[in-house]
């Protein structure tokens, strides 16, 4: 009912379809950021997420020479202090001076060979209103209109959630963007109410015409990444690939992920480790992708393998609850 597939258009161009599961890469956590990127550079050719914070203080290459599409995330999440919801240990991260001067520096020199969705500037060092957010994402597409733009919706306050309910009277004025993108920990206090408001969303923004696919931000863990899927969303990104291992629909902790997945596992090096568990995550999310895309050609749940039980009574308390769709 809620689950969808759209295509993102650059200058009448088709650049991808989703859904899209963005591998991420940031140096928040991963310093040694240029190596990992250099290691999956020979495997990866679906559309990544990197950070325009890393490509300012050159922690990445500028040059990016894999992919098919780049989602260039504003600095947001690198310039803050505080840790996200896939993080299992707070690694010490000092961020380094993050400005609207030099994001917009990034933009003014970006020159990929590849297309690209520039993500609205987000600072942790203020909070604006919903209007005032809308309006400066909008004077960023305008003055930077050679790439694609998404609008990434923050909240209004600290230690406060999306403002859905005034997002929701105001989704009209999100047409002009290509992507509308959520934060997964700023969404709700709970899974399933992360999964309401992103039906509500998409049920209010088809009910405006509004095609453009709804991202979740810090999302790519192997069950609530379907789970969200299901709620309307279609594109996902995180580092959880970087940090965990995935098998079965469940994320792992990397040791354990090395030894259940074969006896050898025992006895390899954790650079060895986290290597293969960085390809094999890969694979799988491109599995996982072809799942969701079956899904929603057939509406079978089936095709999520043993998750189908908790999925269907997932699906079935979401369609009871949102009220545009009674």
């Known amino acids: 009912m809620f689950s969808r597939r759209s295509k993102i258009i650059l200058h009448t161009q088709v650049v991808a379809e989703t859904p899209l599961l963005l591998p991420s890469f940031s140096s928040k956590g991963f310093p040694e950021v240029r190596k990992i990127m250099k290691l999956m550079a020979g495997f990866i050719t679906s559309p990544i997420l990197i950070s325009a914070y890393d490509v300012h203080y050159r922690l990445i290459p500028r040059k990016i020479t894999f992919s098919q599409l780049l989602f260039l995330d504003s600095g947001g999440y690198e310039a803050r202090i505080e840790h996200d919801l896939s993080e299992a240990y707070g690694r010490l991260h000092k961020p380094k001076p993050w400005t609207k001067r030099f994001h917009q520096s990034v933009l003014k020199q970006w020159n990929s060979r590849w297309p690209t969705v520039a993500i609205s500037f987000d600072s942790p060092a203020q909070f604006l209103s919903l209007p005032k957010q809308i309006e400066r994402a909008s004077e960023l597409r305008q003055k930077f209109n050679h790439l694609s733009w998404e609008f990434i919706v923050k909240p209004e306050s600290k230690d406060s959630y999306l403002p859905l309910e005034r997002v929701l009277k105001r989704v009209v004025q999100l047409s002009g963007f290509a992507?509308?993108?959520?934060?997964?920990?700023?969404?709700?206090?709970?899974?399933?109410?992360?999964?309401?408001?992103?039906?509500?969303?998409?049920?209010?923004?088809?009910?405006?015409?509004?095609?453009?696919?709804?991202?979740?931000?810090?999302?790519?863990?192997?069950?609530?990444?379907?789970?969200?899927?299901?709620?309307?969303?279609?594109?996902?990104?995180?580092?959880?690939?970087?940090?965990?291992?995935?098998?079965?629909?469940?994320?792992?902790?990397?040791?354990?992920?090395?030894?259940?997945?074969?006896?050898?596992?025992?006895?390899?090096?954790?650079?060895?480790?986290?290597?293969?568990?960085?390809?094999?995550?890969?694979?799988?999310?491109?599995?996982?992708?072809?799942?969701?895309?079956?899904?929603?050609?057939?509406?079978?749940?089936?095709?999520?393998?043993?998750?189908?039980?908790?999925?269907?009574?997932?699906?079935?308390?979401?369609?009871?609850?949102?009220?545009?769709?009674?």
Request: charged share 25%; proline share 3%.
């Open 179 to 326: 992507v509308i993108g959520l934060t997964e920990k700023e969404l709700a206090d709970s899974v399933f109410d992360a999964m309401t408001k992103i039906a509500r969303l998409r049920t209010y923004m088809d009910a405006a015409g509004l095609t453009a696919p709804i991202h979740i931000f810090g999302s790519l863990d192997a069950l609530t990444t379907i789970l969200y899927f299901l709620a309307g969303a279609e594109i996902f990104d995180g580092l959880t690939w970087l940090r965990f291992g995935y098998q079965d629909g469940k994320t792992l902790y990397s040791q354990n992920y090395g030894v259940l997945r074969d006896a050898e596992g025992l006895r390899r090096r954790t650079d060895e480790r986290h290597f293969e568990m960085w390809l094999n995550n890969y694979y799988y999310l491109e599995k996982l992708r072809t799942q969701m895309i079956n899904y929603h050609r057939t509406k079978e749940l089936s095709h999520f393998g043993p998750l189908q039980p908790l999925l269907q009574d997932a699906l079935t308390q979401l369609q009871a609850v949102v009220p545009e769709t009674r």
